[in-house]
């Protein structure tokens, strides 16, 4: 028995409600082998005492299994989790040096206008008067570079840390800044981990008081990559109106409260398109995202009209938050969900 044959063993554990195993998540920190003693030491960020539990007994069913182990002995150090947000709780401090608050918006299901979201909420967070940061965490179609009209490329400082760009005052990272317009990204999951992982340790972010995550549709290895390299304080799910999208944004609300990551609000999308007569069009479903958020008992921070001018913005360059709100709607909307934000997560 050698540690490298105990830790290739355990890439068969996963991790509970996750395709991933605890190998690659680097959970398992230290592998000793002694004459007839296996001593395997894991370190877990959960507030969910199933979740080591769980992980226990999949290690040792799985090593106890080997002929000629001896005693196996699994080591958990289990980490606290951030905290509820809200009600006078005291939320994880972040991980990453200079930055006060992470904010996760995700989606469980593509095309639900998240990155919009996600890059209108960063721009009302600024107009605030806050320092916030943007990171594109969707590597296969990143979309941050589009929206902001950036199409420089990031150079490194001294310490070999990525300086992120700027633009209508936010710091900007997304892999659309590392390609070329038509180039995809083709990397198998390892390696989008560790991307990853780079963008949120290894970007020279400096002092901010917000960093919004543009995560990547659905409930997968890239999710959990985060939850576990960072101590995020609260996530924003983004859903339309339509079944088909709440269906998929009840994943995304069990999937973070069971990795312990405090649930924000729900954002409804396209709740309606309005026409020059005034009158409101619901094209996806009326209230779906209200009612869903009733269900779940999560806070409804605010619903989203379609609108023309938010597409253009969104292609040109100029977010629609970047308008007066007396003049947008819109860019009303999204200056009272970041208010929202500020007050469920304030900084000093």
Same mark, same amino acid.
């Given at each position: =028995?050698?540690?490298?044959?105990?830790?290739?063993?355990?890439?068969?554990?996963?991790?509970?409600?996750?395709?991933?195993?605890?190998?690659?998540?680097?959970?398992?920190?230290?592998?000793?082998?002694?004459?007839?003693?296996?001593?395997?030491?894991?370190? /877990?960020?959960?507030?969910?005492?199933?979740?080591?539990?769980? /992980?226990?007994?999949?290690?040792?069913?799985?090593?106890?299994?080997?002929?000629?182990?001896?005693?196996?002995?699994?080591?958990?150090?289990?980490?606290?989790?951030?905290?509820?947000?809200?009600?006078?709780?005291?939320?994880?401090?972040?991980?990453?040096?200079?930055?006060?608050?992470?904010? &996760?918006?995700?989606?469980? !299901?593509?095309?639900?206008? !998240?990155?919009?979201?996600?890059?209108?909420?960063?721009?009302?967070? &600024?107009?605030?008067?806050?320092?916030?940061?943007?990171?594109?965490?969707?590597?296969?179609?990143?979309?941050?570079?589009?929206?902001?009209?950036?199409?420089?490329?990031?150079?490194?400082?001294?310490?070999?840390?990525?300086?992120?760009?700027?633009?209508?005052?936010? !710091?900007? =990272?997304? =892999?659309?800044?590392?390609?070329?317009?038509?180039?995809?990204?083709?990397?198998?999951?390892?390696?989008?981990?560790?991307?990853?992982?780079?963008?949120?340790?290894?970007?020279?972010?400096?002092?901010?008081?917000?960093?919004?995550?543009?995560?990547?549709?659905?409930?997968?290895?890239?999710?959990?990559?985060?939850?576990?390299?960072?101590?995020?304080?609260?996530? /924003?799910?983004?859903?339309?109106?339509?079944?088909?999208?709440?269906?998929?944004?009840?994943?995304?609300?069990? =999937?973070?409260? !069971?990795?312990?990551?405090?649930?924000?609000?729900?954002?409804?999308?396209?709740?309606?398109?309005?026409?020059?007569?005034?009158?409101?069009?619901?094209?996806?479903?009326?209230?779906?995202?209200?009612?869903?958020?009733?269900?779940?008992?999560?806070?409804?921070?605010?619903?989203?009209?379609?609108?023309?001018?938010?597409?253009?913005?969104?292609?040109?360059?100029?977010?629609?938050?970047?308008?007066?709100?007396?003049?947008?709607?819109?860019?009303? &909307?999204?200056?009272? /969900?970041?208010?929202?934000?500020?007050?469920?997560?304030?900084?000093?």
């Amino acid at each position: =028995m050698t540690p490298d044959f105990i830790r290739e063993a355990l890439r068969q554990v996963r991790y509970p409600g996750f395709s991933r195993d605890i190998i690659s998540f680097g959970l398992v920190k230290e592998v000793k082998c002694e004459p007839g003693l296996v001593t395997v030491q894991l370190e /877990i960020a959960t507030r969910d005492p199933k979740v080591p539990e769980q /992980i226990f007994q999949d290690c040792h069913a799985l090593l106890d299994a080997l002929p000629d182990i001896g005693t196996v002995k699994i080591e958990i150090d289990v980490k606290d989790a951030p905290a509820a947000a809200g009600g006078g709780s005291t939320v994880g401090k972040s991980s990453i040096p200079g930055v006060k608050r992470i904010i &996760a918006v995700a989606s469980g !299901k593509g095309g639900v206008g !998240k990155s919009t979201v996600a890059a209108n909420l960063a721009v009302a967070l &600024a107009a605030s008067g806050a320092k916030v940061g943007l990171c594109d965490c969707d590597l296969y179609g990143p979309s941050v570079a589009q929206m902001f009209g950036v199409n420089e490329r990031p150079m490194a400082n001294e310490h070999d840390e990525i300086i992120p760009l700027e633009a209508h005052g936010l !710091k900007l =990272m997304s =892999m659309g800044f590392l390609l070329e317009d038509r180039s995809p990204v083709i990397v198998r999951g390892p390696m989008a981990t560790r991307y990853t992982q780079q963008f949120l340790r290894q970007v020279a972010w400096g002092e901010l008081d917000y960093l919004v995550l543009d995560l990547p549709p659905g409930t997968g290895d890239i999710q959990l990559t985060i939850v576990q390299t960072v101590s995020v304080d609260g996530t /924003i799910i983004v859903t339309t109106p339509q079944e088909v999208a709440l269906i998929d944004a009840r994943k995304a609300v069990a =999937m973070f409260a !069971k990795v312990n990551v405090p649930i924000l609000g729900l954002i409804e999308n396209m709740a309606w398109f309005e026409g020059d007569d005034g009158k409101k069009y619901h094209i996806f479903g009326k209230e779906g995202g209200v009612r869903e958020a009733e269900d779940m008992n999560v806070p409804l921070l605010g619903q989203i009209p379609i609108d023309i001018e938010t597409r253009e913005r969104g292609d040109s360059g100029a977010p629609v938050a970047l308008v007066a709100p007396s003049v947008s709607k819109v860019s009303a &909307a999204f200056h009272e /969900i970041a208010a929202t934000v500020r007050s469920k997560l304030p900084v000093s």
